[in-house]
């Protein structure tokens, strides 16, 4: 855990001198201040294009709409956003459970943004949090918002603290809670070895993503601490859904020459995969061992039940909320926190045979 370090306010999230005003949004988004005011008050006579541009301005201005909301700034709400990129993906369940326990133990309720891939959803939840209508912000999305994941971009400015959950964001300068997913995906790579599977498959998470960059080299290290060689044709492209697993099930069970051992970077990609596998009459693991990541609730009743790297996903939660409470309540928070993960033996991975 890295040095605790007191609360500064990152460079993106203070206020100019002057308060943004409609005039600066207008002319950030190329449209009439009429246009502008109907983007707010009736959206529905505005383009989706019009409304996109002027709700990503008026969150890079930090413009608050109106009087109203205005005077949010100087009181609290005692409310938090939670930035989730996808709410139908069961992994976030029990880390909104234990977001959610610790932040009304402190007084305070959570909203939940379910992103789902849309910019016009970010641009206005970002206007939604520029307007002081929360007092923080928890981001599991991997960015700040305004930003992509690779951190181009200029990010939105918030006067509110800001932790970053699970994903890392690069060169934001707020807490980051997350796990190790490099020594995770290397200790099950290793675990599948040290089985006698030489030909590990890996099912990817998303391109370009931070978690699937860490997995990855996780695995690349996995193979070269058991001396295996780097097989690419082993590598399988995916995004962390069940669909995914599907998809990379049937590319598997068309070859000629199978992997005995695939590691998913998902339990929901996992599960999707033995779907899969099962259907084209073969066994798991008699005919092909199957391994996961994150331990998500269905992983133990699966059939069979799914060796994977546990997540504490509650706990992640919790750690990422106390932070944010701390910053909140004006104590400093650490930036770092990265708590242990666990390999779980099930019954989908044996031996090589």
């Keep these: 855990m890295d040095d605790v370090g007191q609360k500064d306010e990152p460079e993106q999230s203070g206020f100019s001198a002057r308060a943004a005003r409609i005039q600066d949004v207008a002319k950030l988004a190329d449209v009439s201040t009429a246009t502008v005011s109907r983007a707010l008050a009736t959206p529905e006579r505005v383009s989706p294009e019009a409304r996109a541009r002027v709700l990503e301005a008026i969150a890079k201005t930090g413009y608050v709409p109106n009087p109203a909301a205005r005077t949010l700034r100087s009181q609290k709400t005692y409310m938090v956003l939670v930035v989730l990129p996808d709410l ?17 133990e402190a007084g ?17 939840f970002a206007a939604f949090t520029a307007a002081g209508r929360v007092d923080g912000a928890i981001l599991l999305n991997g960015h700040l918002f305004g930003q992509s994941r690779d951190g181009e971009g200029s990010p939105a400015r918030l006067s509110i603290p800001l932790v970053a ?3 890392a964001i690069p060169n934001a300068d707020i807490p980051q809670i997350e796990i190790d997913n490099r020594a995770a995906a290397s200790r099950m790579t290793q675990h599948l070895a040290a089985l006698g599977h030489k030909r590990i498959a890996y099912v990817s998470g998303p391109a370009g993503n931070i978690l699937e960059r860490e ?34 099930g049937q590319s598997l069970v068309g070859r000629t020459t199978r992997p005995t051992a695939v590691f998913c970077t998902s339990d929901e990609m996992a599960i999707g995969l033995m779907r899969t596998v099962f259907s084209a009459g073969l066994k798991v693991p008699d005919d092909i061992s199957v391994a996961g990541f994150d331990d998500i609730e269905f992983a133990a009743v699966a059939e069979p039940s799914l060796t994977t790297i ?8 919790q750690a990422a909320a106390s932070a944010l409470i701390d910053l909140l309540q004006g104590r400093p928070s650490p930036k770092r926190i990265r708590l242990e ?8 991975v044996v031996p090589l045979r």
């Excluded at 995004?239 to 990379?248: H, K």
């Design 88 to 104: 139908a993906n069961t992994f976030f369940s029990k880390i909104l459970r234990g977001i959610e326990e610790t932040l009304f």
């Design 108 to 124: 305070y309720g959570m909203i939940i943004s379910d992103l789902d891939g849309s910019p016009e959803k970010e641009a206005h």
């Design 165 to 167: 959950l699970c994903e």
């Design 215 to 248: 997995r990855f080299q996780g695995y690349m290290g996995g193979l070269e601490s058991a001396g295996l060689p780097f097989d690419p044709a082993l590598v399988i492209p995916g995004d962390y859904t069940i669909e995914a697993g599907v998809r990379a």
């Design 310 to 317: 546990h997540q504490p996903r509650r706990e992640l939660g």
């Design 341 to 348: 993960t666990d390999l779980v033996i099930r019954d989908s």
